[in-house]
């Protein structure tokens, strides 16, 4: 009944927010003009972007044709200027206009766009791009082009950016936090930690144009994501008619890596459609020590001493494709479906030295998984736009089913007293086929209440649907028999009801602000048909969110941040269901597990308008971590997500581009953070705090024949985590990329970790009770990559230009 009640809530809602399209509808008039370069050669598909003069805001925007020409309807009686730019061009700012009724059209002076280059020793040089770039909101790391990108994949230039790092379990953090949103073009990937890790570690970072780093994202947003939100934004359509790429490349990691694709554009008067295929073998290897030592009950003191080795090969095929049509000047739609599988092959073997209390045996693991994974996806988006004055109407329509299919087989061989053959053989087996049906609608409303204030609305409803089939089996002689002390179903829905509203605008000339509130209601239920065990959840939350941009001077800029996020439980931690590891190790799910908030504020200081210090503080309640809990009475341990209290943390990062010369360029990003973690178990409080530091630096090497040199280096030095202290680590990587056949042929040579440094080595000490885990994920490899450049009927060279104007994870698995 409250599902009900909460859905006619979003449909009165919604009804609202179109009932804005009866605001009245200012008259227009228009804007034109011609953009040629240097020689008066007309520049075709040159961005054309219009902006309020007021409070800078984005009105609407253009892109010349064939001719260099370009026109567009403007409201009347409101100042403007235009933002001109061209790949290879310097931009161009217009003088302020205005369009009134006496002047309803006017037509701009031909402006000449200046190019971009730069000569050193008769050679032609591009201008270098800054690789990590501070806007008002976020942080933007450029991808595309970059010879680090060739060949390697999206989860391997994720860790190197900015303020990013992995756990022990090769989970995303940012600034020392974990619970980031992931998003892919603005869209939730609705993938639990591990799905987006293989994910990305598919994804070729080819198809990647930038990174984009919000820490304090706006009420627009959803508020998952404790730590801020990470959007990966793929290469849009830039030229007229047909054009593409194909790519290929060879890797090896101490496995064998394969990858090719191809990505086909097609933008033809109205239509725009796109379709990106790609193919490839992916395999990782993890070479692991982990310690243990339990203090039983009855003074018997189990040390576990256990080497490991992980061999993960995955076939990743993948589908993307998409078209939007321009029915008219107001209105657009389009639809994507994106298709990505794995069918994967796990082995991870164990070697377990166990010594209680004098007595000592080992116990051999060999684990084994395969299991076959498919996420679909649909997306129907539709954009209507009012009038000429930036009040528009969008919508979003996303189905996503995620399918599991797979089985686990688990052989432990005992040795006793220095056996050479095993006194015991224990077999098991799991079958683990899981689904998730995921429904979401989302509209979004903006207008322009006053000259210096615009309005930003929206309502999004979102379903989960899940359900894990859990069957663990014991193997004997007489067959295979089901345990079902070890076995359960387990169903999940989930229900969440949003709404948001903003106001931004202008206080004077260098202050200007945004002010959001966001409220989320969300209906949970999970079902453990196996004992019949019913958690229902019911909790409405509100998300505030403000930011403050005082331009102080043409050479300094401080922007103030705050908002409040929240991270629900992933959907597999609220299963009470045991996972096997090895005879004395297992992972169990938590049904009390409880959403975790965060309060973040942050302030950017840009200096001379190149060089950023970002500062951050934030408080996390019931903040969730993996505790291992150990069982004194048998020496077992269970490791279980648990709501261990609080999180305080404080970060600085600086962000200092350099050019020593026209030729290098040197991206530097500084990162220090204070992180304290209050754990209270079994009415003991135990605090772990550490004060991190972090340092990126990129080097880019221009050099004659078209020759491009990278050499990138990092460094984390100790740091915490929940109860694990973390030692420091630090590595460094190279490639060389050379362009062939008038650069449509691209060719690369990667070094990744080339000393074999990016070692994970943690540690917990929590009443007596030692963990200490030592581990490297493979990332020390050697890679060539091919991309070849191709574009039919139009010179591939001269329509190169960007028409993606720019201004315009939970899913458990």
Do not use: C
Not at 10 to 17: C, G, Q, T
Not at 325 to 332: C, G, M, P, R, T
Not at 440 to 449: G, R, T
Not at 779 to 794: A, D, H, P, T
């Amino acid at each position: 009944m409250k599902t009900l009640l909460n859905m006619k809530t979003f449909l009165a809602s919604l009804l609202l927010i179109f009932g804005f399209q009866a605001l009245a509808q200012a008259q227009s008039g228009q804007l034109s003009g011609t953009i040629k370069d240097q020689k008066k050669t007309p520049l075709p598909y040159s961005n054309v972007v219009i902006y309020d003069q007021a409070d800078s805001s984005m009105i609407t925007g253009t892109v010349t044709d064939e001719s260099g020409k370009f026109s567009l309807k403007l409201k009347l009686d409101q100042q403007f200027y235009a933002k001109i730019s061209a790949v290879g061009f310097n931009n161009y700012f217009s003088r302020p206009f205005k369009l009134t009724t006496t002047s309803p059209e006017l037509k701009l002076d031909e402006i000449i766009l200046m190019e971009d280059v730069q000569v050193m020793d008769a050679v032609e040089v591009k201008a270098l791009r800054p690789q990590v770039v501070m806007e008002a909101d976020k942080m933007v790391v450029s991808v595309e082009g970059t010879a680090m990108a060739a060949g390697t994949t999206a989860y391997e230039v994720l860790e190197k950016s900015p303020g990013v790092f992995l756990d022990q379990d090769g989970n995303i953090q940012l600034n020392g936090k974990a619970g980031v949103l992931v998003m892919i073009d603005g869209r939730r990937t609705y993938l639990s930690a591990t799905d987006l890790q293989n994910m990305l570690q598919g994804m070729s970072a080819d198809n990647i144009k930038n990174i984009e780093i919000i820490n304090n994202p706006s009420a627009k947003y959803d508020a998952e994501g404790n730590s801020g939100i990470i959007n990966i934004t793929l290469k849009k359509n830039t030229m007229v008619g047909m054009n593409g790429s194909v790519n290929a490349g060879y890797r090896y990691n101490e496995m064998q890596n394969y990858n090719a694709g191809v990505q086909l554009n097609y933008k033809k008067d109205k239509w725009n459609s796109f379709l990106n295929a790609d193919f490839s073998e992916r395999g990782r290897v993890r070479d692991a020590k982990f310690y243990r030592e339990v203090e039983q009950t009855s003074g018997v003191r189990t040390i576990f001493d256990q080497d490991a080795k992980e061999l993960n090969a995955r076939t990743i095929p993948s589908l993307r494709a998409g078209t939007d049509y321009d029915i008219n000047d107001k209105h657009s739609i389009g639809v994507m479906v994106n298709f990505y599988g794995q069918d994967v092959y796990h082995d991870f073997d164990f070697i377990s030295e166990l010594n209680q209390d004098g007595e000592m045996f080992e116990i051999e693991s060999d684990n084994n998984m395969e299991y076959k994974f498919l996420n679909a996806q649909g997306n129907l988006h539709y954009t209507y736009k009012l009038d000429t004055n930036g009040t528009k109407l969008t919508t979003d329509f996303n189905y996503i089913q995620l399918t599991n299919d797979g089985n686990s087989s688990f052989v432990n061989r005992y040795f006793y007293n220095g056996d050479t053959s095993p006194s015991e053989i224990e077999r098991l087996e799991t079958n683990n086929p899981f689904s998730y049906d995921i429904y979401s609608a989302q509209v979004d409303f903006e207008k322009k209440l006053f000259p210096k204030v615009k309005l930003e609305a929206g309502l999004k409803a979102s379903s989960v649907i899940s359900d894990n089939n859990l069957q663990f089996y014991e193997i004997e002689e007489s067959g295979k028999n089901l345990d079902e002390t070890r076995s359960n179903h387990f169903i999940y829905t989930e229900n969440i009801f949003a709404t948001y509203t903003s106001f931004s605008g202008a206080i004077n000339e260098k202050i200007t602000y945004k002010a959001g509130l966001r409220a989320e209601n969300t209906v949970s239920k999970g079902e453990l048909l196996t004992t019949n065990q019913v958690n229902k959840r019911d909790y409405l939350n509100f998300f505030p969110s403000f930011f403050l941009q005082h331009k102080v001077s043409d050479a300094y800029q401080v922007n103030y941040n705050y908002s409040r996020r929240i991270d629900r439980p992933q959907y597999s931690d609220l299963n009470p269901f045991i996972l096997y590891l090895d005879p004395y190790t297992w992972a169990q799910g938590n049904p009390n597990l409880q959403p975790q908030y965060t309060h973040s504020v942050s302030v950017t200081q840009t200096f001379m308008g190149k060089y950023n210090l970002v500062l951050n503080y934030g408080l996390t309640k019931d903040f969730i971590a993996e505790i291992p809990l150990q069982n004194p009475e048998d020496g077992t341990t269970v490791f279980k997500e648990s709501n261990v209290d609080d999180q305080l943390s404080y970060s600085a990062t600086a962000v200092v581009p350099l050019q020593p010369f026209k030729w290098w360029a040197v991206n530097a990003n500084f990162t220090a953070f204070y992180q304290e973690f209050s754990t209270i178990i079994n009415n003991k409080n135990e605090i772990k705090e550490a004060t991190t530091g972090m340092a990126q630096i990129g080097n880019t090497f221009m050099l004659p024949k078209d020759f491009k040199l990278e050499l990138n280096g990092d460094y984390r030095s100790n740091t915490v985590w929940g109860l694990y202290s973390i030692e420091a680590q630090w590595g460094l990587d190279f490639a060389v990329k050379k362009s062939f056949m008038d650069k449509k042929l691209e060719a690369s040579l990667s070094f990744s970790d080339i000393f074999r440094t990016r070692k994970f080595k943690g540690s917990a000490n929590f009443q007596g009770n030692i963990n200490e885990i030592n581990q490297y994920f493979g990332q020390q490899s050697v890679g060539i990559s091919l991309r070849y450049r191709f574009s039919k009927g139009e010179d591939f060279k001269s329509n190169q230009r960007n028409t993606n104007l720019d201004e315009l994870n939970r899913a458990g698995g």
